[in-house]
């Protein structure tokens, strides 16, 4: 058997498929009644739970400012997250088993008191439920609150892996900061309290299953990768379009908007899986060095006043429902400036890349939840076909489905039946959902196993983060006091984000 890099040389290959426990440990999580907490990582836990992914010795311990004074309202608390949100059925044996390891600190982020019990909970774990020291922090926290969270945890040694006789790790939740300066000291205050290996950035885009199909996709097949640069590929798209609006989140997302959003993080990432070169061998340092190297050769266009598109939603339709307008949402000031869509055309000045427009998009209140990655080719260099119009004639297009209906589609020129010669574009189809049995699991399901594995592969490192703001920095500077362009709620967007791809003698893809 080849031995692979990185890896233990006597593991037979057939073993990746099966599972990997955790150590016992503890997952505590900060701000455990909010939005994230109740619709994904309570889920998820529970998911995990259900398909025998946790370790006997697992605790589920949150802290959050209710007055709850033992675990019993939150255990119920967590049943209801679980049977609202969970993918797989709900088991009264799982739950039992489950539950007997849920825990509650009451407290805020200011409070001493709090953060001493949080503590000494964690040590009474070790007695109780044998977590051998081991834990991981999940600040799942508006983003405002890390620092605070942080130095709390410096404060009370929870970080200190050396006391607790086990290992700690920290789990921050996008977006890593505002711009690139406020990253750069989050990374640094970060770093410092619990050190660079036991910190984890989440993206939840990396745990998703077609996300990293793109992986498979790239490097496990000859097809692909000699077409796979400016010679034969004409442009890519990346969509993230959302057909709902801002939610209960109005006081987050008014501050953060679409750019800072899902741009500097979900959609810079696809855009670097994308576009880097294979990694030497599957690991989060060698992944992180291709990604990288992608994300310092973005360059942004000279032109941003016709390159760099942002919008915000007006009333409008959806699925047959009248919707509101941004600024008719509750808790967003009526003069705001937010925008609730971008559009960008960025570079990548590499060999590979030189000349490839890559178009990033991203929307809320768009007609329909689609993720896409297009990737489109250069018409043939001859069409010896005798037709009037050919130029919409063989536009290869390879369209990663990311969701829903993940899967792949290949759209090729082809035969229509009968005496002409006349062509027309074709899909070839891969659907995740007929080819495989196994069910697709949530990203945070694979993303807390990992957290609680130790394996950093599929999260972003602080040299990423940084790189990334460097990218939305200059368009923030440029959109700051220019009002974003209107666009009807159920419309893909702005017209003048048409326009942007007009200019090219492009259109964007109607996923
Ligand atoms: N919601 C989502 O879909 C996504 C969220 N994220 C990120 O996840 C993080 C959490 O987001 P989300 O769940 O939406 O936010 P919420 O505002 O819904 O929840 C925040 C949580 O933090 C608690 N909290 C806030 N301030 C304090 C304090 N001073 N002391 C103690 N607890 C406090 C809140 O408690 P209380 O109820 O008492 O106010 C609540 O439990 C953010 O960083 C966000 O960017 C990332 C991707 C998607
Ligand atoms: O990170 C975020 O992602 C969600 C969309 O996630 P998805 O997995 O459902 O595509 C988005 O709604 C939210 O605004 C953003 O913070």
Redesign the pocket.
Known sequence: MAPTAGGNPLRDPRDRRLPRLPDASALVV????????R??LIPAVYDLANRGLLPPGFVLLGF???DWRDDEPFIEFARECAEKGARTPFREETWDRLASSIKFVP????DDAAFDRLAQTLTGLEASHGIRGNAAFY?????S?FPVVLKQMERTGLADEQAAGGWRRVVV???FGHDQESARELNSLVDEVFGPADVFRID?YLGKETVQNLFALRFANTLFEPIWNSQFVDSVQITMAEDVGIG??AG?YDETGAARDVLQNHLLQLLALTAMEEPVSFGAATIRTEKIKILRAVSLPTDLDRYAIRGQYEQGWLAGDRVTGYLGEENIPPSSTTETYAAVRLGIETRRWAGVPFYLRTGKRLPRRVTEIAISFKQAPHLPFDATDTTDLGHNQLVVRVQPDEGVTLKFGSKVPGTAMEVRDVAMEFLFGEAFTESLPEAYERLILDVLLGDAMLFPDNAEVEESWRIIDPLEEFWAGRKPYPYRAGSWGPPAADEMLARDGRRWRRP
């Open positions: 900060f701000g455990v009644t909010g939005d994230l907490s619709k994904k959050a400012r209710r407290g805020s982020f200011d600040l799942s926290i508006p983003p609150a939740e996008k977006p939840h209960t989140r987050f």
